[in-house]
């Protein structure tokens, strides 16, 4: 028996549960009102630029029609939050929906799902049918004379569609490239040129809980610049990968070793990405009791971005799983600017021929090179020459070759291949794991830890 | 500049213009930062990142496009920092990464600004040793343009050009990140009038001319600055040659008329220049025979004619059509030889399919071009302009566009700038009154409401050659009845017409907008001497006239009234009764293939001379080759003929002559080559302050009511016809639609004519097959088939038309 | 002119009732053009072009900027291996290499008869259950090698008429990302996404 019922997608269960009762109230608050609740809540943006989502909202230009685009298209690698509270949760969803928009006078708002997500955006879609079959969504929402139309819009395979901007494009049917800042925030011109609130699933999904236990109470969970409690979703060599709600603060050693359950047959600790493949990774050596926080992460050069936690055991080659990264990149630029364009599936080409024994020993000097041109002076946040940060993430694994792993570079240079494994390529590291059922972890649903809705 | 800014440029202070781009900024105060994606005339996208600078941020120094972000006050910008010059050179190496070494086999060779960045900032040699992405080497993406993607660098600039400026974007990205290319969609070339400019901008020789393919290099070219007689608007051009040929036209970029840009009409349109049917000799008919002889025997031949006629039966004996593709030199000589030598005033360079005289040469509120782009309305109620009048074409659709000016279009049938319009009102063919009339009854509030804008711009012309000669002139009255300020630009299309018309080439009109009235003639009798009182007669009249054999002696100048005119009757039968034909011209044609005697005249390019264009701007026409074989300029040949007939017009040079014109016509007071070149880059637009000219009182008669047939014929031209210099421009002429009809599925059901099937369209003038095309644009009862088109039979002007299927 | 079926034409004038203006209806379109012919044709986007009013050159600038439009016919199951950052580390490219070698169709490629297309694929959002694969984007998770194989052989024998996530995911995933509450009884018809507005979603028993 989980923590939660199988049914928690359900208008129904989500009423019994106290859903829809904060959006009613937002019908009869002001603007002004429900934005100063959220800056006093302290939310920050789930979607990976951790903006104050209040804030964002005072930017709304006075410009009307105003627009909303919940940002659904979760493509981060090792991200899948997102994933799950669309599932699971949808109807939560749809009353922060509501919120964002009475707050932001929109009338009509946006859903935007990757296309790979099609079970969510079915689960979505029918929710909204059935908030709207209760007079929820579309004309004069909850008996009021307040309308709002929804269109779930289904996504087509491009990661740079997660991009704000280029969301936006891809929504009036043009080609999915960001926009060129400034304008900084679709707030002041979004889609069709008008005010445009974007948001992450997972924000507005804290906004229901936000009004029901009002701002102040809200941002005393978690850490003081870093309210509220967020999904980590974690991947890769530990027992129990999965979501986890947290609050912010606890340490990677904690996350890992603790609730991801350890690493599989107790082998050694190697790397951790902490925000998805765009951050620049850590080592246990140095990092492995930092506190989990935005600020902590920031300041050891990296940052918690989309909450996707990477771990890699000593097995990994390092090599291989930056070239993968770099791979994702190169093939999920939309192609605008040069560094992008031509860098990345550069830098994708170098690693790969080390990969495969046929690195110089040159070859990451010009590697790190290469990536100075797109990301100037290699650090995190980086010095951009490109119009959207997506070209300077690919720079983030080299930063890790070049502090934590020239030698093993190197080796392969001298080996003429990958020195984890004669073959070249390391072993499955999974036929060394067990997996069972029961050690497949427990996820839980958007909930603050001291109020389950069970 | 108004409002300006302080900036800091390599540690230099700099006042700017405010709201200007920083490149813009940079460029203007002598700091040339390079860039392969910005183009002035389009919005920026800053795409390549050539142009990356450093400024003080919020957070610490950033780099930032120079090309997208505008300047601020106290901004501290550094162009040429070691951070600056890394990152330029970076971008310069990705963009070489890929791209092909064939330089020396690069038309874009020479002149390339990727070549000159590379050989000025590239790396020495290349660190990317993996393979470089190919693609099938050019690929021919329509008739005229080829493409090479290997060679692209993905600066969107011809993708921008094809969308934002023509709007027409058939070439568009395709694919991304690393395999982005450029490309058109299947079985639909890059068919677009404008096509030529995106070779001009490509940075790169991605994009290439297949006329100019392979012709020559940059250092071997010559290159002449003029002004392009293809279209009224007379767009600056350079003409580039090499070995005494026209190789090819670029668009000059000036405010004034084309903003650079170019129809591929005037971009490729000179191939006739260099065609194996110029006429280099003089031409003689004997025993039926047209033979060569040498320049004296023809002058003679000619100069004797004309005191025999003369002698005789006196000035109402001769006819003078065209004149229309000289220059203003030419048209002056021609004037002058026609009252002065043959003493008459039976001269028209309209050959019947445009506006009254008056109205062309002496509308005193006419406008220029550049009114377009301060309008708040402007209302096109005349030719389709994409296709009779590309330059104002692309003003029009991007004041509507960019400069949000309102724009009210008024045909009878879809047009160009459609997806443009805040108003679109179609009518049928003929039926112009019917809706003026309603309009000013306020049957069409949002249209009258339109024009009573405080500065409203009318563009007005034949939409349909149904529609009578004073349509026009009604829309203009009733646009300045309802404007606050109204400007009027008059629509004609052929070449100089507007300077011809200035020169006096019509049957009321002396040179300088003067009427050829009792004051007009005083005037000028001192310069001139006595000139003829008798009403001269317009084309129409002029070959009425030969066939009743009134007129004895026609005079042809670069004209086919045969098949160049919209009523395709009196022509032959004219031609025909005419006891006497001399012709100046380019090329035999099928009025002139009967003359007496043929002088060979040379060409655009090959002559100097003035034009002036829509506007009344007049610029210098400049001489880049010397003309094939003995052609000469028109106004030597009518020179000398007037010597051996005795009666010296006193003309030696085209200077001299442009001195003559502005000294006896009054519009053209002190327009002189030497203030053409010196003071007036872009031109003068005449009349020069406030010269004395006669103004056009508006006739508000009535035109013909609307036909009541189920269909009426909607005769309209296409950029590219039959006209004599198209047809001897292959490139082009294959690109003419044919004979074709276009008509709404509805009625083509109704005739049970299917699309691509041949139907027979006939009218009371004539009648001829045609392939149906079915068309929406077209509404239902209007049949539209293009004027003047390679192997279609003329229909004439009547409105009436009946079509029947003939099926396959 | 249009040379869809009148349900298609109908279900795109729904979808374009959904946006404010109509060049937005151009992504679910494309979908409608693939599901009409299995995959997106050049005739597909021409008449995509032709509803939302913009030129085929347009459409193919947008369609060939996503990796969902497949713009060759494929086969009526589309089997894409995440080989991602997180599936990799355990084992994602094995599972790549399974699939490929059981239904001898290599990456990007479909087979003779039109029944399977392989691809491998970045993160498709699965992280938790890694490795994972997507059969008409309908979701396993926790797939081995040799589950992999079965699910391969299974698609060729069984030939279902709709791809249900839950079916292949009791018979051949493994570890989840989370749980998926209750079993879906509908899935995917084709090797396009199965959601309701575009008509694609299908139900075992009509299959
Ligand atoms: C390359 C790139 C990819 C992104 N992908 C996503 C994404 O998949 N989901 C998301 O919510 N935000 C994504 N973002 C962040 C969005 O641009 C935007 O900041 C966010 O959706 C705002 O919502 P929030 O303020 O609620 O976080 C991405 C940003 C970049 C630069
Ligand atoms: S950085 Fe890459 S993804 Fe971002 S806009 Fe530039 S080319 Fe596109
Ligand atoms: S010129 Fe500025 S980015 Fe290309």
Redesign the interface.
Known sequence: MSEFPADSHTIDRYEATGGYVQARRALGMTRDHLVEEIKASGLLGRGGAAFPAGMKWSFLAPARPSFLVVNADESEPGTFKDRQLLERDPHQMLEGVIITAIANEVHHAFIYIRGEYPKPARRVQAAVDEARARGYLGTGIFGSDYDLELTVHLGAGAYICGEETALINSLEGLRGEPRLKPPYFPAAKGLYMQPTIVNNVETVSNLPHILDMGAEEFSRIGHPDDTGTFLISVSGHVNRPGNYELPHGITWRHLIYEIAGGIPGDRELKAIIPGGASAPWFVPEIHLDDQITKDVCAEAGSMLGSGAVIVMDETTCMVRAAERIVRFFAHESCGQCTPCREGTTWMEMILRRIEEGQGRAIDLDLLLDVSDNISVGLNWPPKMTTICPLGPSAVSPILALRDYFRDEVQAHVELGGCPLTSGGRPPDPRSLQTVSAETSRRSTSMVAPDRDRE | MGQTVTITIDGVEHQVAAGSLLIRAAQDTGTYIPRFCWHERMK???????C?VEVQGPRGP??ITAC??EVAEGMVVYTGND?VR??QE??L???L??HPLDCPVCDKGGECPLQDQAFSHGPGES??V?IKRNYEKPIAISSLVLLDRERC??CARCTRFSEEISG???????????V?EV??????PFASYFSGNTIQICPVGALTSVQYRFRARPWDLQMVESSGLHDTAHPRVSVHVSQNQVLRLVGVDNDATNHGWLSDKERFGFQYLGSEHRLTSPLIRRHGELVEVGWAEALDHVAERITLVGDSDGGEAFAVIGGAHGSNEDAYALSKFARVVLGTNNVDARLDDSLASHFLAATVDRALIGDIDTADTILVWGPDLKEEHPTLYLRVRRAAQELGVRLVVVHPRVTGLDDRTAIKANYRPGAGFVLLDEIAEGKHAALSEALSAPRVVALVGQASLADGPHLAEAVAAYVRSKAGSARILPLARRANLFGALDMGLAPDLLPGRVGADQAGRAALAGAWGEIPATRGKDTKAMLEGLGSSEIRFLLLVGADPVRDVPDPRPGPAALEAAEFVVSIDLFLNDSNRGADVIFPASGFAEKEGTATNIEGRVQKLNSVVPGPGQTRPDWAILADIADRAGRSIGLFSAETIAKEISEVAPAYDRVTWDFLEWEARDGAVVPLGGAPVLSHIPVALKGDIAPSAELTLHVGRTLYDDGVMMRHTPNLHRLAPGPVAHLNPEDAKRAGALHGHKVRVVTKHGDGEFTAVLDEGTPPGVVYVPFNQPGADPLGTDAVVRVTAVGK | MSQWSEATQERAREIMTRYPQKRSAVMPLLYLAMAEEGYLSDAGMEEVGRWVGITPAQVQAVATFYTMYKRKPTGKYLISCCTSISCMLLGGDDVLHAVEDESGVPHGETDPEGLISVEHVECIGAGGGAPAVQVNYELVEGVTPDKARELVRWLGNARPGVVNGDEMQELFGGVRSFEWAIREENGAVGPYPAFQPLGTVGSEDKA
Not at chain 2, 183 to 188: A, E
Request: hydrophobic letters at 40%; charged letters at 20%; proline letters at 7%.
């Open positions: 920026p996208v800053g795409m390549c990142r050539m990356l950033m780099l997208t972000n951070t890394k990152a970076g971008v190496e990705f963009l990464a890929n660190r990317f993996e660098i993905l027409d974007p058939l070439i568009e990205f395709k694919s991304r990140a690393n982005t490309n058109t969609f299947p079985d639909h």
